[in-house]
């Protein structure tokens, strides 16, 4: 079966740093994605790892380990709007379907 | 903004009720799925369409029933559904099946 596993529920303060961490276990693997989700909106696209390492997007940056099964995704100097819901998804072998997470909600407080 | 867009944003049915879900793309997108998200649950993958043609049904019990009448409208066609099934229901696209997804804002249904 397939298994992504991350943290329920994350607190920090504005202006700080987060890391979401994300481990899988995949019976294939094409490609690791962060979502965000804010409550009632649709999840939008952050981040795409398919190779090891870290790739960066501005304040957030995302780290794959194919070897461990393991992503983290790095907030830098949050804000108050990036409380949310973050997804972690992977990307199976067949017919481009992602596994997802159950999700990080992630609350900033000031 | 994603350019995916469902309608309605809420819905309330009974167990008895026939409704439709709608999703519309004008980006394009060879690709597009339903995804179901229950509360404290991972985004579950119901069906799966490729050029039109459904490629996946992923165990999905016949009371959903999509349709996907050309490469920019996917529906899921409901009836005589359980309390259990009220969820959100994400629709989403991609270019192709190896690209990411862009989702649409979503159903909330509600079966009474």
């Known amino acids: 079966g397939q298994n992504i596993d991350q943290p329920t529920e994350m607190t920090a303060t504005e202006g700080a740093i987060v890391q979401i961490n994300c481990t899988y276990q995949t019976s294939g693997f094409n490609g690791l994605f962060w979502y965000q989700q804010h409550a009632g909106e649709a999840p939008t696209f952050l981040s795409y790892?398919?190779?090891?390492g870290l790739e960066e997007k501005g304040r957030f940056s995302s780290f794959l380990s194919r070897s461990k099964g393991y992503s983290y995704l790095l907030l830098k100097e949050l804000q108050m709007k990036d409380s949310a819901s973050y997804l972690c998804a992977v990307r199976g072998s067949t017919l481009g379907r992602l596994y997802f997470g159950r999700g990080t909600q992630l609350t900033v407080w000031p | 903004e994603t350019g995916v867009t469902q309608t309605p944003r809420h819905l309330v049915m009974g167990m008895t009720n026939k409704k439709s879900l709608k999703c519309e793309q004008h980006?394009?997108?060879?690709?597009m799925y339903w995804y179901k998200q229950s509360a404290k649950k991972p985004l579950e993958l119901m069906f799966v369409y490729s050029l039109e043609e459904r490629v996946e049904n992923n165990s999905v019990p016949s009371r959903f029933s999509p349709e996907c009448p050309n490469s920019s409208h996917l529906f899921l066609h409901l009836h005589t559904l359980q309390p259990e099934d009220s969820a959100l229901y994400l629709c989403a696209s991609q270019p192709d099946l190896n690209t990411e997804a862009f989702f649409g804002q979503g159903t909330r249904l509600t079966v009474v």
């Open positions: 790892n398919v190779l090891d």
């Open positions: 980006l394009g997108h060879n690709a």
